[in-house]
């Protein structure tokens, strides 16, 4: 049984892809997974771009707009009859450094999978999948103010799951207080840091 008679028996909604195999979406699979669900997903995840399983226009162009697009790297937008589509590229620095803030502010002792689905929801809820042409996940660029909204998201499932030591009244500024930011500073001795 191949891709596109797995497609054609299941009616899947979302289609991931990670083989490192270029174009193992063709336009069959892609009009198939069009044919089971208005609006299909379709992640072509492999890095780099030359291993990617369908490029973002084909994709849009074969599901006739309908497709959301996801990419394992950093794409440029795509054009499509008018419209141009923002293509989020699928990248675990989105969810990571907020994870891993919002553990720290909760002292929690370990990660749990409420937690997990807390940083997903809160990557997902940035973007705005309703308005044409706009990315399913939100740019990496903007990962500094993503960030703190995932380690809020994390915290609170650390504290509903039990696993917080600390429980804190004003959690964003706590998140504000303790992250870190790649800024140079001033030191007496050595001048400003960064400076020959």
């Known amino acids: 049984v191949d891709l596109l008679q797995t497609i054609s028996m299941a009616s899947p909604t979302v ?20 044919a ?16 990617m399983e369908a490029m973002p226009y084909d994709v849009l162009a074969w599901s006739k707009g309908k ?27 989105l969810v990571f450094p907020g994870i ?31 308005h044409p042409g706009s990315a399913l996940l939100p740019d990496i660029d903007n990962l500094a103010a993503i960030s ?7 915290y609170h499932a650390a504290v509903e799951d039990g696993v917080a030591a600390k429980t804190r009244d004003d959690v964003g500024q706590a998140i504000l207080d303790i992250r870190w930011l790649p800024e140079y500073g001033q030191n007496e001795a050595y001048g400003v840091f960064g400076s020959e």
Do not use: C, W
Request: hydrophobic share 45%; glycine share 6%; aromatic share 4%.
């Open 15 to 34: 289609l991931l892809g990670s083989s490192t195999v270029p174009a193992a979406f063709t336009r069959e699979v892609v009009e198939a997974m069009s």
């Open 36 to 51: 089971s669900t208005e609006r299909p997903l379709i992640f072509s995840l492999s890095n780099p771009t030359s291993r």
């Open 67 to 93: 497709a959301l697009v996801t990419t394992g790297s950093p794409v440029a937008p795509v054009e499509y009859e008018g419209t141009f589509h923002k293509i989020g590229q699928a990248n675990n620095a």
């Open 100 to 130: 891993g803030l919002g553990v720290i502010v909760a002292g929690a002792r370990h990660v749990t999978q409420r937690m997990l689905d807390a940083a997903a929801k809160a990557v997902a809820q940035q973007a705005d999948p309703a």
């Open 148 to 154: 703190p909204l995932v380690a809020e998201a994390v």
